[in-house]
T-cell receptor
Framework: GNSVTQMEGPVTLSEEAFLTINCTYTATGYPSLFWYVQYPGEGLQLLLKATKADDKGSNKGFEATYRKETTSFHLEKGSVQVSDSAVYFC?????????????FGQGTRLTINP | EPEVTQTPSHQVTQMGQEVILRCVPISNHLYFYWYRQILGQKVEFLVSFYNNEISEKSEIFDDQFSVERPDGSNFTLKIRSTKLEDSAMYFCASMETGGRSPLHFGNGTRLTVT
């Protein structure tokens, strides 16, 4: 079946530290991969995506590369800020009959201390 | 930027009562979804809806659940007779076209069943 496994949280870092949140997936077919972010009190926002192998998604200093050989889509940022504190969800999507269905990882809570 | 809006933000109901969660998707979007997140667990797919009918539903979406798009702008999720285990955050999402377009999520409705 289709599933996503994320690094266990919570993760606490100091401002300007390097961030990696690991994500691996299992899928039939060729999924698209996503990172969503949930800031306190808000909904899920798309952070970045990659639709095929070796694609790199990037946004707001975050990056993730679609690695088919290791079935991974790790999220990285070179220098985190306090405002990056949020819950991060890795997800894959399967498209069937035009409708996209997202399968989420369990989420990783990130706290950045000044 | 247009957004998906959900009301209410928090709903408390007694076990056995019917509850309706409301969503206004982005106006030109064609695909609509409900997801839920039980506290501390993964975000789970419930149902997708396209062209005025359900296109896919999960095993969670049993006979107690129904969805409707009554007037071309609202998209509702009804739970006929709530159970304690229905307590969760419910997210509505919409997508503009099929295939690999991103999903846009609302801020969620926190449902508490007592």
């Amino acid at each position: 079946g289709n599933s996503v496994t994320q690094m266990e949280g919570p993760v606490t870092l100091s401002e300007e530290a390097f961030l990696t949140i690991n994500c691996t997936y299992t899928a039939t077919g060729y999924p698209s991969l996503f990172w969503y972010v949930q800031y306190p009190g808000e909904g899920l926002q798309l952070l970045l995506k990659a639709t095929k192998a070796d694609d790199k998604g990037s946004n707001k200093g975050f990056e993730a590369t679609y690695r088919k050989e290791t079935t991974s889509f790790h999220l990285e940022k070179g220098s985190v800020q306090v405002s990056d504190s949020a819950v991060y969800f890795c997800a894959l999507s399967i498209t069937r009959q035009g409708a996209q269905k997202l399968v989420f990882g369990q989420g990783t809570r990130l706290t950045i201390n000044p | 930027e247009p957004e998906v809006t959900q009301t209410p933000s928090h709903q408390v109901t007694q076990m056995g009562q019917e509850v309706i969660l409301r969503c206004v998707p982005i106006s030109n979007h064609l695909y609509f979804y409900w997801y839920r997140q039980i506290l501390g667990q993964k975000v789970e797919f419930l149902v997708s809806f396209y062209n005025n009918e359900i296109s896919e539903k999960s095993e969670i979406f049993d006979d107690q659940f129904s969805v409707e798009r009554p007037d071309g702008s609202n998209f509702t999720l009804k739970i006929r007779s709530t159970k304690l285990e229905d307590s969760a955050m419910y997210f509505c999402a919409s997508m503009e076209t099929g295939g690999r377009s991103p999903l846009h999520f609302g801020n969620g409705t926190r449902l508490t069943v007592t």
